[in-house]
């Protein structure tokens, strides 16, 4: 008796398992049945949590924004920003009031109207939000709405950078009729009015984008654009040589040789963040500058940039090279001597350096810590090095001021010096994460202060230069160098821009 | 003895000789940096080539058994430490001290194993002696259970009830006869665990969150080694190699002693 | 009988249970990190962070914060994802069924090509298909998964172009995992089934029936199987627990999206709902499995049940 049993219920839970697997197969096959259609796979790094304009955690986030919204201003490939919704615009002469004209008959995806109502709507939303991105609209005072085309907006204080804000991936004008509907939703089901529209999301596996037929510009070649998350930097290399993927974003300089050497694939490559070290200036040994200047000398920046990057960097001539009029403020060149002599100098020889480092978070980031970590000590410094492995636990240990170097990059994501250099040198934001290091300098300050309100171009050229030059002399930080962003496609796919403030393609130019 | 286990004696034995003597061996420093050098293939002056710092491979290696060694011991010396006297005391007193026991186990035994050293180590932070914890934590249900079993059902016996009847008290009984029986089937359970320690050690480094990247510990290795794995496998297959090796032979081990000393632990693998 | 046995152990879960989720939740709280600072981003003012705490009631005491969870709990309702403001049983709805449907294929896997090298090994001892059959079980038990898992990739993805090196979609994307994960279990069936159907070759009946003249063939399946098949069966029952918390790796190295990755990107966010809500996932299914193997054993084995 036992034994039928037995055989009965071994047979039973074989057969359960069998048609269970059976089962979730054909689900899973009859879900990705695949319509017909031009389609472009795009192999993606990090998924992100919603697609709401207000807020940004990611690159990745903003690629897809860019897609689905359009902005009153959009950027070309050297990040000037140029009108889009916008036709017609102008200034009052105080430089506070601006009127734009918008393009007539947009409509969104879901067929309302874009008009100067939505863009209101927009700005007023972040502004109200909690989002990390309300610092786009911060400096807008008032909106108003002469007209169905017809925006006033009026800034508090001058601020000659706006058309760079809108012209950003978060302002993307957002469906007011949409937005009310689905509320806190509405950063799972987007509705914008931009050349794709949303279609699917399939948490932790893809997003699918359709296109857009009543989309104003040049209508888009592909008809689908399948997003694929994949968060192996060799495992989407692999997939694009294989021809699994048609576009694969991120890569690995290591993986360059490979896919150099396949006639099928095609390498873009565009220059992206500046990385750098931030050297704490609360506490020694870095608050002498002799150390700082040391610690720029002890580092063989080309070697990191040819052996450990694969060619796939530039050493730094200036700090934040991701903006516009970017200038060449000098050089640190290798000199292991004169570092070691600096050092000696200022006493600090043996000194104990805590250097943190993210994993995973830029390129090889921890490949570089090690060897910066290794340089350091050549020159004399005791350094030990925390990797710290997500993003959240290595923001809790910066802010706690724990660290006397720790790795950070920066993009520039509107293009525009101010943003980049009030964040990160103005004494004002010492203590907070981008200034972690506490660099003060009450002329830098007056400096910055100045640009943001200087509307002459060249003058502000000037400005920014001199900038530059005081703070690659005060040395604040261990200047390294500045990435080249690397994004492979199958060789019969053209025009695929790449905006290089933040590293990001967009493909509604695309072809075959 | 079967050829294959000299074979797994053999390889312990080198790895316990490696781990100790290791930084007598004219091998150059795992830790020197040589960015110029990095990702050489092996050679005469790289026996088994560089990795992408330039550091050699071979003496990485090598030290690296020191840190699997120290991390399966670790592990297992925490679970013998925590779990033995939990078991044995469960085991002996039985009734709600046992009880209360069971509960506390099937809790911890909730948790699969790698989610739990996972959200350990996400507290704890990263380092050696973190890892040690966090995998030795899932070692301590299994060798309370062991334990725990042994000594149920060696209470019954009548060597046992002799030694009380002549009145020695409940530690001197634990300790004297019914600790010196159990020894067998834990050397068992340790081996297994051992080889399961290092696994988990080294699959947490592989996720990241194990040791510092400097540190030449075979999962860590295996991680670096990752991103170079097209161009340059070596980097990816010595540290891998040398962890299979490794566990086959500590399975190996386990198996004979199993086999050996108690024929009825087919199902605890755990 | 049976009944009351199965219900003894059913009431024995509810509060190793509740314990857990307390347990959990305090864990959880414990692990460094700001889930409003990852959130938000390390721009936001203070200002904004504080906003964000209340809106998420971050800023209730501890045992508040753990009264609310409970009550949801018994509803059904984990909580709300801290970074996607969606519920956490849908977020973990979605990749459950891709984990399960992972660990059900290695399962299978590793139960049918297990048993089978193991039928194979037994029925020739000691000759060369028995010894390799139990050197590969050895390698199968002794790789770590992330190392099986890249080699496949690099041969079979990518090398001999057989099989897609990443990605779910269709039964095609799932041979490659599905057989990484399955190594370990399919190494373990293998040893079992071989060790206890010679076990069971050896006793009197199974030479009574072949004097008899049964044929071989229905001496294996008639007689041999049914009680050699016991002790693998509910070892896999076991092992299929242990699978789901294996594919957390196969899921990082094959790019399949199910509740493993979903727990290593919660961990990095700080998502603590969702993290909660993770362990709590993984710890039900393993119990329910397990409950499922005890209660299996105890119907098969009376003795069992009386204990």
Redo the contacts between chains.
């Keep these: 008796m036992l034994r039928v049993l037995s055989l009965h219920y071994g047979r039973k839970i074989l057969i359960t398992l069998t048609l269970l697997a059976a089962t979730s197969f054909i689900s899973q096959s009859v879900t990705h049945a695949a319509p017909a259609g031009r389609v472009l796979t795009v192999l993606v790094p990090a998924e992100f949590p919603h697609l709401d304009p207000g807020e940004t955690v990611s690159g990745d986030q903003y690629m897809l924004k860019y897609h689905i919204f359009n902005r009153l201003f959009t950027f070309t490939d050297k990040m000037d920003p140029v009108p889009d919704l916008v036709v017609k615009e102008s200034v009052s002469k105080d430089g506070t009031t601006w009127t734009f004209d918008l393009r007539s008959g947009v409509k969104f995806h879901n067929g309302t109207p874009l008009n100067a109502e939505a863009v209101k709507y927009t700005i007023e939303r972040l502004q109200k939000g909690t989002g990390n991105q309300k610092a786009l609209y911060t400096m807008i005072k008032d909106v108003q709405v002469k007209g169905e085309t017809r925006l006033v907006i009026t800034t508090d204080g001058l601020f000659p950078a706006l058309r760079n804000n809108l012209a950003h991936p978060d302002a993307g004008i957002v469906s007011p009729t949409a937005d009310q509907k689905l509320g806190k939703l509405f950063g799972k089901q987007p509705v914008g009015a931009g050349p794709y529209k949303f279609s699917e999301w399939l948490t932790g596996d893809h997003i699918t984008v359709v296109r857009n037929d009543q989309y104003y510009g040049q209508k888009p070649f592909y008809e689908r654009i399948e997003f694929k998350f994949v968060t192996?930097?060799?495992t989407r290399?692999?997939m694009v040589d294989a021809g699994q993927a048609d576009v694969a974003l991120r890569l690995?300089p290591?993986?360059l040789?490979?896919l150099k050497a396949n006639p099928l694939v095609k390498i873009d490559q565009v220059l992206g963040r500046s990385i750098y070290f931030a050297l704490n200036e609360t506490k020694p040994p870095f608050n002498d500058v002799r150390v700082r200047k040391a610690v720029n000398y002890a580092v063989?920046k080309q070697?990191?940039c040819d052996?450990?990057l694969f060619g796939a960097a530039k050493p730094s001539h200036s700090l934040v090279e991701a903006v516009q009029g970017t200038i060449n403020a000098g050089f640190y060149a290798y000199d292991p001597d004169r570092a070691k002599t600096l050092i000696r100098e200022a006493g600090a020889t043996g000194a104990k350096v805590i250097l943190l480092?993210p994993?995973?978070r830029y390129l090889?980031d921890?490949?570089v810590?090690?060897?910066v970590?290794?340089y350091l000590r050549q020159a004399g410094l005791d350094v030990e090095?925390?990797?710290?492995?997500d993003w959240p636990?290595f923001i809790d240990t910066v802010r706690r001021g724990e660290f006397n170097m720790h790795m950070l990059g920066w993009g520039g994501s509107t293009g525009d010096p101010d943003n980049a250099f009030r964040i990160q040198l103005h004494s004002n934001n010492a203590g907070k994460l981008w200034n972690a290091g506490g660099y003060r300098n009450p002329k830098v300050d007056r400096l910055i202060e100045e640009g943001s309100k200087e509307f002459n171009l060249s003058k502000r050229a000037k400005i920014y230069a001199d900038i530059q030059k005081i703070v690659w002399d005060d040395a604040p930080w261990l200047f390294l160098y500045r990435l080249t962003i690397f994004i492979a496609h199958k060789s019969d796919i053209k025009d695929i821009h790449i905006l290089p403030g933040t590293e990001m393609p967009y493909f509604w130019f695309a072809r075959q | 003895m079967p050829w294959s286990v000299r074979f797994g004696l053999a390889v312990i034995g080198l790895l316990g000789l490696v781990a100790v003597c290791g930084p007598l061996f004219p091998l150059p420093d795992p830790y020197a940096?040589n960015?110029?050098n990095?990702?050489q293939l092996p050679s005469a002056m790289h026996w088994l080539g560089t990795d992408?710092?330039?550091r050699d491979l071979l003496s990485r290696i090598v030290a690296g058994s020191r840190f699997s060694l120290l991390i399966g011991f670790g592990a297992v010396a925490v679970g013998l430490a925590i779990g033995l006297p939990f078991g044995l005391l469960a085991g002996y007193y039985g009734g709600l001290v046992d009880t209360i026991f069971a509960?506390v186990i099937?809790?911890l035994l909730?948790?699969?194993?790698?989610?739990l050293a996972?959200?350990v180590v996400?507290?704890t932070?990263?380092g050696i002696g973190n890892l040690i914890l966090a995998v030795g934590l899932r070692t301590i249900p299994v060798f309370a259970r062991v334990s725990r079993a042994e000594t149920l059902a060696l209470r019954q016996r009548d060597f046992v009830e002799a030694a009380r009847a002549l009145g020695c008290r409940p530690y001197e009984v634990m300790y004297w006869h019914i600790l010196p029986n159990i020894v067998g089937p834990l050397m068992i359970v340790a081996s297994l665990q051992t080889?399961t320690a290092i696994?988990i050690g080294?699959?947490l480094s592989?996720?990241?969150?194990g040791v510092?990247?400097?540190v030449p510990e075979w999962?860590a290795m295996?991680n670096?080694g990752?991103?170079?794995?097209?161009?340059h496998?070596h980097l990816?297959l010595v540290p891998?190699c040398t962890?299979?090796?490794a566990?086959?032979a500590?399975?190996?081990m386990g198996d004979y002693l199993r086999d050996r000393l108690d024929p009825r632990f087919?199902?605890n693998?755990? | 009988m049976i009944l009351r046995y199965i219900s003894k152990r059913v009431l024995?879960l509810i509060?190793?249970l509740l314990?857990?989720s307390f347990?959990v939740f305090g864990?959880?709280r414990?692990?460094?990190g700001d889930p409003v600072l990852a959130i938000a981003g390390p721009d936001a003012t203070p200002e904004v962070l504080e906003e964000m705490r209340t809106a998420l009631g971050l800023n209730r005491p501890m045992l508040t914060q753990y009264g609310f969870y409970l009550k949801g709990l018994l509803v059904g309702d984990l909580g709300t994802s801290l970074r996607t403001h969606q519920q956490v049983w849908s977020e973990i709805g979605r990749r459950l069924s891709s984990t399960l449907e992972l660990a059900a294929a290695g399962m299978a896997l590793s139960l049918i090509v297990g048993i089978g090298l193991g039928i194979m090994a037994a029925l020739r001892p000691r000759n060369w298909a028995d010894a390799s059959t139990r050197i590969v079980s050895?390698?199968g038990?002794?790789?770590?998964?992330?190392?099986t898992g890249?080699?496949f990739v690099?041969a079979f993805g990518y090398y001999w172009r057989l099989f897609p090196i990443a990605g779910s979609g269709g039964l095609r994307h799932l041979v490659l995992p599905a057989f990484t994960v399955s190594l370990t279990s399919l190494a373990?069936i293998t040893r079992?089934t071989r060790?206890?159907l010679i076990e069971v070759f050896s006793q009197d009946y199974i030479r009574t029936a072949r004097a008899k003249g049964a044929s071989p063939l229905r001496v294996i399946v008639h007689h041999a199987l049914q009680n050699a098949l016991i002790?693998p069966l509910?070892?896999a029952g076991?092992e299929f627990?242990?699978l789901?918390?294996?594919v957390?790796?196969i899921e990082?190295i094959f790019a399949w999206p199910g509740i493993g990755k979903l727990?290593?990107e919660a961990?990095q966010f700080r998502d603590w709902p969702v993290i909660q809500g993770l362990?709590l996932a993984?710890?039900l299914i393993?119990?329910i499995v397990n409950l499922a193997v005890d209660i299996l054993y105890g119907i098969l084995d009376p003795r069992i049940r009386l204990e």
């Excluded at chain 2, 909730?110 to 989610?115: E, L, N, T």
């Design positions: 192996d930097a060799t290399a692999l690995s290591n993986d040789p490979r063989d070697a990191i052996r450990i480092s994993t995973t090889l921890t490949e810590s090690q060897a970590a290794g090095v925390r990797a710290i492995g636990s | 940096q960015i110029v990095a990702l992408s710092l330039g509960r099937d809790i909730a948790f699969p194993g790698i989610v996972l959200a996400a507290i932070g990263p080889a696994l080294a699959t592989f996720l990241g969150v510092s990247p400097e999962g295996l670096a990752r991103p170079y794995m097209m161009g496998p990816v891998g962890l299979m090796i566990m086959m500590l399975n190996i087919l199902i693998r755990d | 024995y509060p190793t314990v857990l347990v864990l959880v414990l692990i460094p050895l390698l038990v002794s790789s770590p998964t992330f190392w890249l080699l690099l373990f079992l060790a206890s002790a509910t070892v076991l627990g242990r789901v918390s294996g957390i790796v990082t727990l290593i961990i362990i993984f710890a393993f119990a």
